[in-house]
Structure formats: C-alpha cells, structure tokens
C-alpha cells in the first residue's frame, strides 16, 4: 500500500502538501526517522525558508545519507522547493552550509534586475519525453539552479533569464514550483509521481 512519509524538517509549510495528498486519498505521515526514509513507498522533501536551517535540520536529524540512498536505490523521492536546492552543494545563501552534493551545483540567488523572490505564477516549459506536460506553477523562491545536471532530465522557467524549475531521474523528481500550490496542474503532476 502507497503511504507517502514527508520528512518533518520543522522548515516547511506542509499543511497545503498534507491536503494535496488527501485530495489525491493517499495516506501521509510526517517522518524524521532515517529507516522510514529509506524503506518507504514514497517519500517527500519539501521545504521553505532558510538553506542553512534546512542543511541543519538534516544533521539534526541524522538523515542525510537515507536520502542520498534513496536516490541511488531509485525509490520515489519527490524533493519541493528549497527540497531541490539542498541536493546541491551548496548555496550563495548560505555559502558555508553543506547541500547533499548529490548535483555537482551551486544554488545561485536571482539578480537585482528582477524582484525577489519570485513570487506567484509561471510557466515551466518541459520535452515530451518528461514526467509531466508544460503549464504554470506556483513558485515561491530567491534562488535556483542554473544548470541541467548531466544524467538528469529537466523543464526550464524564465524569470531573470532561464533557470531549471524541475529535474527528474530515476524515480527522484524535484521541482523548484510548489506542485501543491499549481492546480490542477500541479495535483495531476503529484498523481503521476505517486504512480512511477
């Protein structure tokens, strides 16, 4: 039976990922336990706020290398927002704060010719050959990731020129949008996740 377990890293908004599942009737639990992270059908990264009090949370909990097994084992990983940038290795945000280094990037904030963050609407343009159709999603974000990583598929979003607004391996997808946020569009995404 599919039961999503959403890591608790206490820097997340999850009432709104919490009431996307409950619309989609999957059960969810909230996590801190390294074991559950690995052992789980589907497992969710989300996050929001600060990458150094994310990165923190990480060690605090001791589960960095149960989401980095994840990933290599190629078990459901969906990683929200500030979920994605903390693949990285680090950030300009928090230069001295260790990523997951699972994506040989740093996280780059948007310059001063736009306004930041970037909030609200935008387009993620995406090939055919992706986890989900292009549409608009819901963003909410100072930085992002300017580079595809080798090996991984991606969608793309303009703000302050092209940035990457999601990349999917495996059975790994982590989008820099709030799929939760985005509609229609965003659950069918969710409900596409939950059956890889």
């Known amino acids: 039976m599919k039961r999503v377990q959403i890591i608790n890293t206490s820097v997340a908004n999850i009432r709104s990922l919490q009431a996307a599942f409950d619309r989609l009737h999957t059960p969810w639990q909230l996590t801190e336990r390294a074991d559950q992270i690995v052992s789980a059908t589907h497992v969710v990264l989300p996050g929001v706020g600060s990458f150094a009090a994310a990165a923190d949370a990480l060690d605090r909990l001791e589960i960095r290398q ?39 990037h740093q996280i780059r904030r948007f310059s001063t010719a736009v306004k930041v963050p970037q909030l609200g609407w935008n387009e ?3 090939a055919a050959a992706g986890p989900f159709k292009t549409g608009a999603a819901y963003f909410a974000n100072s930085f992002r990731l300017l580079e595809p990583p080798t090996g991984w ?6 703000y302050d020129g ?14 820099q949008f709030h799929p939760e ?9 969710l409900q596409n996740w939950l059956e890889t």
């Open 162 to 175: 092209p940035f990457i607004s999601s990349i999917w391996r495996d059975r790994t997808l982590a989008c």
């Open 124 to 126: 993620v343009r995406t």
């Open 66 to 104: 149960a989401i980095i097994d994840r990933i290599e084992l190629g078990r459901p990983l969906l990683c929200i927002c500030l979920g994605l940038q903390l693949l990285g290795e680090s950030s300009e945000e928090s230069p001295n704060a260790r990523g997951l280094a699972v994506l040989p």
């Open 153 to 158: 598929g991606y969608s793309e979003t303009d």
């Open 181 to 189: 946020l985005s509609g229609a569009w965003g659950q069918q995404l």
